[in-house]
């Protein structure tokens, strides 16, 4: 399906007609025969809704006041009035409050349809742009903890949101830097303007200079027209330098020119444009270290390190696994549609006990994956990873599991299935899929893996 259009006309024939059209370019169609009845519908539908055409001249509510009602409800949704080719002033009225565009009758199909197809991809857009507005809102990008240590960090990247200070986000991989980077984006006064994530490890060394700065027309062959590097996109908004350790020595000087006359000189291009932007950078290596072994520019350093956040690894603030476990658990029950209401202690303790060398992003797939094997109420030790159980690995399994069992939708041999299943997976994961070691590892025949195996493909 195409989208969702609303026909209303009093006029049956006339309905039916744009009904068959409509439906044969393969949109969905809803026709009403009054703006009332339509209006009753979309007060409750309107977001399932991408395009509406309508008569002007209708019985009791006629199309200009039913554009205008539409509009109260909602102002995005695109409407296309139909007159008579007579009464193009109408049309023309309409259009001033709002209308999408007319269609005058009798139709020319083909006008139609591309009027209508363009309104469903100005829709579509619209709908795109709200979502990444939806995205940009904090409320989206919640920094959940409860340690001390986050709190200050949190407090003072919010105070600095609102100075134009360029930072500098240092932490370990999966500590939340692109999360702060965001934060201090949205919090700032160019919380509307773009924010701008780019990875400087991800793009190749030669594309680098043109990706960051642009070029000009003829700047080197293939620059067939001129093109705007990341710092001009980002014009008054901020850009994310994440990785920045691995920015080639050549480009740190160049960045450190940006950084010093805030000028953008694009590739072959003959003057600087200036730009409006903030500058935040992300890395988790030791930076210092860089610069002290001279990888890293020192000059370079001194710019980008103005305000910084360090952002302490998960281990060291284990206050924060709970809350953050819950938080990914409530959003990853949801998306499952399950029910799960929380943690058992058992699984608690080993949550909070566990070193985390991939910080919250490891805390969250651990969660994910264990929320979707979980069948009871509460997320139990059995839903856990073999290396959370951690040196509890030789203890007996099904032990733990009996005081932490809820019995509810209980069924113990799917369980016992659970629990084999994931044993054997992490066996052959240890031998890299050589079935014979993985056998020998889970102490048995390799006929008894096997067998397992094709009862598992049922
Ligand atoms: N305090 C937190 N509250 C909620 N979610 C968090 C928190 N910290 C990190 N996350 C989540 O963990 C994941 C990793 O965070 P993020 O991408 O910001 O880390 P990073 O430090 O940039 O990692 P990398 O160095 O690997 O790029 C993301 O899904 C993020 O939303
Ligand atoms: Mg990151």
Redo the contacts with the bound molecule.
């Keep these: 399906m195409k989208g969702r259009i609303i026909i209303v006309d009093d006029d049956r024939s006339l309905r039916e007609m744009l009904e068959i059209i409509l439906k044969r370019e393969d949109y969905d169609v809803i026709a009403f025969d009054s703006a009332d009845s339509a209006l009753d519908w979309l007060k409750i539908n309107i977001e399932e809704v991408d395009v509406i055409i309508s008569d002007i001249i209708m019985p009791k509510i006629d199309g200009i006041s039913f554009l205008e009602k539409i509009k109260e409800i909602n102002k995005e949704i695109p409407v296309i009035m139909i007159t008579a080719n007579t009464r193009v002033d109408y049309a023309i009225e309409a259009l001033k409050r709002g209308a999408y565009d007319y269609v005058t009758k009798p139709f020319n199909n083909d006008e139609l349809k591309i009027i209508i197809k363009n309104a469903v991809e100005k829709k579509n857009l619209e709908s795109e742009l709200m979502r990444l507005r939806s995205l940009i809102d904090n409320k989206q990008?919640?920094?959940?903890?409860s340690s001390k240590i986050?709190e200050d960090l949190y407090l003072k990247a919010i105070s600095i949101a609102k100075t134009n200070s360029t930072v500098l986000i240092t932490?370990?991989?999966?500590?939340?830097?692109?999360?702060?980077a965001r934060l201090i984006h949205n919090e700032s006064d160019r919380k509307n303007g773009p924010f701008f994530p780019v990875n400087c490890g991800a793009i190749p060394e030669n594309l680098m200079e043109s990706e960051l700065f642009g070029y000009e027309k003829g700047a080197f062959t293939g620059a067939m027209s001129s093109k705007l590097g990341f710092f001009e996109l980002a014009n008054n908004g901020t850009i994310f330098l994440?990785?920045i350790a691995e920015l080639p020595l050549t480009l740190q000087v160049k960045l450190l020119r940006v950084l010093e006359d805030r000028m953008v000189l694009r590739l072959g291009g003959k003057s600087p444009v200036p730009t409006d932007i903030r500058v935040i950078s992300?890395t988790?290596k030791d930076i210092e270290e860089l610069v002290k072994n001279g990888d890293f520019r020192e000059d370079l350093y001194y710019r980008l390190n103005v305000v910084r956040i360090k952002?302490p690894p998960l281990r060291e603030r284990r206050e924060?696994i709970i809350p953050?476990s819950m938080?990914f658990l409530k959003k990853c029950s949801q998306s499952h549609n399950k029910t799960i209401k929380g943690i058992t202690k058992d699984a608690t303790s080993f949550l909070e006990a566990y070193d985390y060398p991939g910080?919250?992003?490891e805390l969250?797939n651990i969660i994910e994956r264990a929320c979707v094997f979980e069948t009871g109420e509460l997320l139990g030790v059995g839903s856990l990873p073999l290396e959370i159980l951690g040196s509890s690995k030789t203890t007996d399994l099904t032990n733990t599991k009996a005081e932490d069992v809820v019995f509810s939708n209980f069924n113990l041999d799917k369980y016992m299935e659970d629990i084999e299943k994931k044993i054997i997976e992490k066996a052959l994961e240890e031998t890299k899929g050589n079935k014979k070691d993985a056998a020998e590892l889970l102490g048995i025949s390799l006929w008894a893996l096997y067998h397992r195996l094709e009862k598992y493909k049922k």
Excluded at 171 to 180: D, P, R, V, Y
């Design positions: 990008f919640p920094i959940i903890f986050m932490g370990e991989s999966g500590t939340g830097k692109e999360l702060f994440d990785e992300a988790n952002i924060d953050l938080h910080n919250v992003r969250q």
